[in-house]
């Protein structure tokens, strides 16, 4: 895994500590954040993220500073934005975007 993947990763796992209902499986090259088995967020190997906030949040993710399309595909991912580095540089931005991704995935029947 990249360093900036990895450094982002421990960040991540320092902001949801020991929740039990949080798993770690490999994704996309690296891994991802799984709430109750469904996908929370993802580092990328640039320092950014990959975070769900499914459609009813998407527009409202997307307005954001440092939101962007999550284009794997050449297809925009409906429900998924891309935060730039920048937006997840101190703990705080970080733990917001986590907590959106919470507010929707939460609410998701477990897998």
Known sequence: MSEEREILADRIRGIIG???NV???KMFGGI????NGNMLVGPHKDGTMMVRVGPDLYDEAL?????GLMDFTGKPMK???NVSGDAIASDQGLAEW???ATS????LPAK
């Open 63 to 67: 307005a954001r500073p440092g939101a």
């Open 98 to 100: 986590i907590a959106l």
């Open 18 to 20: 020991d929740d039990p």
């Open 79 to 81: 429900g998924f934005v």
């Open 32 to 35: 991802a954040f799984m709430l």
């Open 23 to 25: 798993t770690e499986k």
């Open 104 to 107: 929707f995935v939460g609410t």
